[in-house]
T-cell receptor
Framework: SQQGEEDPQALSIQEGENATMNCSYKTSINNLQWYRQNSGRGLVHLILIRSNEREKHSGRLRVTLDTSKKSSSLLITASRAADTASYFCATDANTPLVFGKGTRLSVIA | DTEVTQTPKHLVMGMTNKKSLKCEQHMGHRAMYWYKQKAKKPPELMFV???????INESVPSRFSPECPNSSLLNLHLHALQPEDSALYLC????????????FGQGTRLTVV
């Protein structure tokens, strides 16, 4: 079953711009994670934010979590062509990860 | 070693064939997973092994048969598949059953002809 829903489904930006992706989910969670997937390859873990955290940073990544709205956002600053990939949010509530539909990001050089 | 290794990378099989997908990790993770991913869709959970025991089967057809020979290995045995089973099959592992990050293999691209 699918828990998260990313928005937008696709995003195209110029290199150097910031990219923002949003994720909404339906039920209570323990953690929310973001993963990146390059075309046809495995997923790479980016960041995990716990339900009692509101914001987390990792390099050019900034993740926010609003449990009252059941939503999260992923901001990639100063994007690069190498950031072109699909980005998925995934939630867990003492369960295995359930992935959202994903956002396909294209960064144009 | 933070890798999850999947073999083969690509597999083409007929509907009457029997084949196996293999997955290996040496991170001491106690949970291992099989996911199925169709093009432009998110990964969908198939099976979860926790401490080498099957803990979740997401109503997967019996033509898919998982096996966990030991804590480092996970197999997925395939028999009498249908063309609609063609997909990317991803193996993952994590320290525990939930609440931790998952490490994914590069996947096996399966085509059923």
């Amino acid at each position: 079953s699918q828990q998260g829903e990313e928005d937008p489904q696709a995003l195209s930006i110029q290199e150097g711009e910031n990219a923002t992706m949003n994720c909404s989910y339906k039920t209570s969670i323990n953690n929310l994670q973001w993963y990146r997937q390059n075309s046809g390859r495995g997923l790479v873990h980016l960041i995990l934010i716990r339900s009692n955290e509101r914001e987390k940073h990792s390099g050019r990544l900034r993740v926010t979590l609003d449990t009252s709205k059941k939503s999260s956002s992923l901001l990639i600053t100063a994007s690069r062509a190498a950031d072109t990939a699909s980005y998925f949010c995934a939630t867990d509530a003492n369960t295995p990860l359930v992935f959202g539909k994903g956002t396909r990001l294209s960064v144009i050089a | 070693d933070t890798e999850v290794t999947q073999t083969p990378k690509h597999l083409v099989m007929g509907m009457t064939n029997k084949k196996s997908l293999k997955c290996e990790q040496h991170m001491g993770h106690r949970a291992m997973y099989w996911y199925k991913q169709k093009a432009k869709k998110p990964p969908e959970l198939m099976f979860v092994y926790s401490y080498e025991k099957l803990s979740i089967n997401e109503s997967v057809p019996s033509r898919f048969s998982p096996e966990c020979p030991n804590s480092s290995l996970l197999n997925l045995h395939l028999h009498a598949l249908q063309p609609e089973d063609s997909a990317l099959y991803l193996c993952a592992s994590s320290q525990d059953y939930a609440n931790t990050e998952a490490f994914f293999g590069q996947g096996t691209r399966l085509t059923v002809v």
